[in-house]
């Protein structure tokens, strides 16, 4: 077993550079799937486990790849079966995309149901929903979800939920139906935008991505293209809340300043000072951190994914915070391991109840998700003394080299291997 240890209390300084977005990659990379003529070369692909599960899943499919860095090159020409079996799929939620994308082209596919962090109920009935509505027999068996069209067929549909993985999922399946979807009430994360005009960059006629309403006129094929992924507002964010906490100033490079507004707010009303460049952002701390309410929300809102390494901050702000997360109703396994690294929190629900301390104190702490794992990295930068960190899966499924990138910046990160 892999163990990061962290010699806390150090000031981090310098320059960082932020990788394609996860969860952008991950839909992008089975979104490959529709080419039926050319290859598909990725490029700003980050190497994190998720990544790595997706590219054997689509292998397994008989996809052909290349990969050279951070740039991938898929070839779905010659894809040989439509059931996606392979442990991978069930370790991981993006498995879910392959509905989407093999459905749009062969109107057939069956996918293990999907893994994925364990941070309250995952239900996927609003894709099954875009599913149905275009035209596709849904069927649940012996843990497998099978979906069969004998031909897509545009129509509206209003989700009652906003879903990222729906919007995607179902905007991939339309993209090849006949006549025009129009989908409202959807997610506008930047990955939302990120796959549509990758899909558009195949040939795909998609607008409005961004929006409430996403429209999608059926084309006949998708062809291959070169495709840059965006970069990753959840790492970035990251780094920013890592600055915030220990950081005297740091510039966050490759990132797009406006997917971090709502992050940079908060950190604004927190008292940290953020410089906004054209592709970075810089950090500029003075310890003296306010207390401050955070409520998540679906994009342009404050993320759900960055709740986690917030809360580390909102440990030794000034005051009382309150943090409701409205995304996700189990996603504060963590503070048991922040409060045993000396924070004050009141858990009740969706609400986190946080009394700021002095300081965190270095102790022996697990991840028990992936962002729970960022989290647990600020606090162990945070904290007086030695922090050792376990169950680095879930970290390593969405972090690309996080502890090179700390240690460049000044941090005394380690990674051991431990029996
Ligand atoms: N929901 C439904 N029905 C559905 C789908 C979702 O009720 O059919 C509900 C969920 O229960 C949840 C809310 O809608 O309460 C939002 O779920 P969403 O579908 O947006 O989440 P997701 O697509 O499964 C993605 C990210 C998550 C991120 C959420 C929210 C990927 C692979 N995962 O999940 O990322 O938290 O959007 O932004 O894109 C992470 O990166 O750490 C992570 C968990």
Redesign the pocket.
């Given at each position: 077993m892999n163990k990061i240890v962290i010699q806390g209390g150090k000031r981090i300084n310098g320059e960082v550079d932020i990788s394609g977005a996860?969860?952008a990659a991950?839909a992008i990379l089975p979104a490959a799937i529709l080419a039926s003529e050319g290859k598909c070369c990725i490029e700003n692909v980050p190497n994190i486990k998720d990544v790595n599960c997706m590219l054997k899943i689509l292998e397994s499919l008989g996809c052909e790849i290349e990969r050279n860095e951070s740039t991938i090159i898929i070839d779905s020409t010659n894809i040989k079966t439509f059931y996606a079996n392979i442990e991978e799929v069930r370790k991981m939620?993006?498995s879910y995309y392959l509905l989407g994308s093999m459905l749009s082209r062969f109107k057939e596919c069956s996918v293990d149901l999907p893994g994925?962090?364990a941070?309250?109920?995952?239900?996927?009935?609003?894709?099954i929903k875009g599913f149905e509505a275009l035209g596709t027999e849904v069927e649940i068996s012996h843990g497998s979800l099978k979906v069969k069209a004998d031909k897509l067929q545009g129509t509206n549909i209003f989700f009652d939920?906003i879903?990222?993985?729906?919007t995607i999922n179902v905007m991939m399946s339309a993209v090849l139906a006949e006549g025009t979807t129009i989908l409202e009430n959807v997610?506008k994360?930047p990955h939302i935008v990120d796959v549509a005009n990758f899909l558009n960059a195949m040939g795909a006629d998609i607008k409005g991505a961004g929006t409430d309403v996403i429209r999608i006129k059926g084309v006949e094929k998708l062809h291959g293209c070169t495709y840059s992924v965006i970069p990753d507002q959840?790492e970035a964010g990251t780094f920013m809340i890592a600055a915030a906490a220990c950081g005297d100033e740091v510039r966050i490079k490759n990132v797009i300043p406006k997917h971090l507004e709502s992050i940079s707010a908060k950190l604004i009303e927190m008292g940290v000072e953020i410089i906004e460049d054209d592709d970075s952002v810089i950090v500029k701390s003075n310890n003296n951190l306010k207390a401050v309410n955070v409520k998540t929300l679906p994009y342009p809102g404050f993320?759900?994914?960055i709740q986690q390494p917030m809360s580390v901050l909102l440990t030794v702000a000034e005051g009382r915070s309150i943090v409701n997360e409205s995304?996700?109703e189990s996603r504060f396994r963590h503070l048991d391991e922040l409060e045993k690294m000396g924070a004050k929190v009141k858990v009740e629900g969706r609400i986190a109840v946080f009394d700021g301390v002095n300081k965190l104190t270095g102790a022996e702490v697990e991840a028990s998700d992936?962002?729970a794992g960022a989290a647990m990295v600020i606090a162990g930068l945070m904290a007086e003394g030695t922090t050792r960190i376990s169950g680095l899966e879930h970290l390593d499924r969405?972090y690309p080299d996080i502890e090179k990138k700390l240690s460049a910046l000044g941090a005394q990160i380690k990674r051991i291997n431990v029996e």
């Amino acid at each position: 077993m892999n163990k990061i240890v962290i010699q806390g209390g150090k000031r981090i300084n310098g320059e960082v550079d932020i990788s394609g977005a996860k969860n952008a990659a991950v839909a992008i990379l089975p979104a490959a799937i529709l080419a039926s003529e050319g290859k598909c070369c990725i490029e700003n692909v980050p190497n994190i486990k998720d990544v790595n599960c997706m590219l054997k899943i689509l292998e397994s499919l008989g996809c052909e790849i290349e990969r050279n860095e951070s740039t991938i090159i898929i070839d779905s020409t010659n894809i040989k079966t439509f059931y996606a079996n392979i442990e991978e799929v069930r370790k991981m939620r993006a498995s879910y995309y392959l509905l989407g994308s093999m459905l749009s082209r062969f109107k057939e596919c069956s996918v293990d149901l999907p893994g994925g962090c364990a941070i309250g109920v995952r239900p996927i009935d609003q894709h099954i929903k875009g599913f149905e509505a275009l035209g596709t027999e849904v069927e649940i068996s012996h843990g497998s979800l099978k979906v069969k069209a004998d031909k897509l067929q545009g129509t509206n549909i209003f989700f009652d939920v906003i879903s990222v993985g729906a919007t995607i999922n179902v905007m991939m399946s339309a993209v090849l139906a006949e006549g025009t979807t129009i989908l409202e009430n959807v997610a506008k994360e930047p990955h939302i935008v990120d796959v549509a005009n990758f899909l558009n960059a195949m040939g795909a006629d998609i607008k409005g991505a961004g929006t409430d309403v996403i429209r999608i006129k059926g084309v006949e094929k998708l062809h291959g293209c070169t495709y840059s992924v965006i970069p990753d507002q959840i790492e970035a964010g990251t780094f920013m809340i890592a600055a915030a906490a220990c950081g005297d100033e740091v510039r966050i490079k490759n990132v797009i300043p406006k997917h971090l507004e709502s992050i940079s707010a908060k950190l604004i009303e927190m008292g940290v000072e953020i410089i906004e460049d054209d592709d970075s952002v810089i950090v500029k701390s003075n310890n003296n951190l306010k207390a401050v309410n955070v409520k998540t929300l679906p994009y342009p809102g404050f993320p759900t994914d960055i709740q986690q390494p917030m809360s580390v901050l909102l440990t030794v702000a000034e005051g009382r915070s309150i943090v409701n997360e409205s995304i996700w109703e189990s996603r504060f396994r963590h503070l048991d391991e922040l409060e045993k690294m000396g924070a004050k929190v009141k858990v009740e629900g969706r609400i986190a109840v946080f009394d700021g301390v002095n300081k965190l104190t270095g102790a022996e702490v697990e991840a028990s998700d992936l962002r729970a794992g960022a989290a647990m990295v600020i606090a162990g930068l945070m904290a007086e003394g030695t922090t050792r960190i376990s169950g680095l899966e879930h970290l390593d499924r969405g972090y690309p080299d996080i502890e090179k990138k700390l240690s460049a910046l000044g941090a005394q990160i380690k990674r051991i291997n431990v029996e």
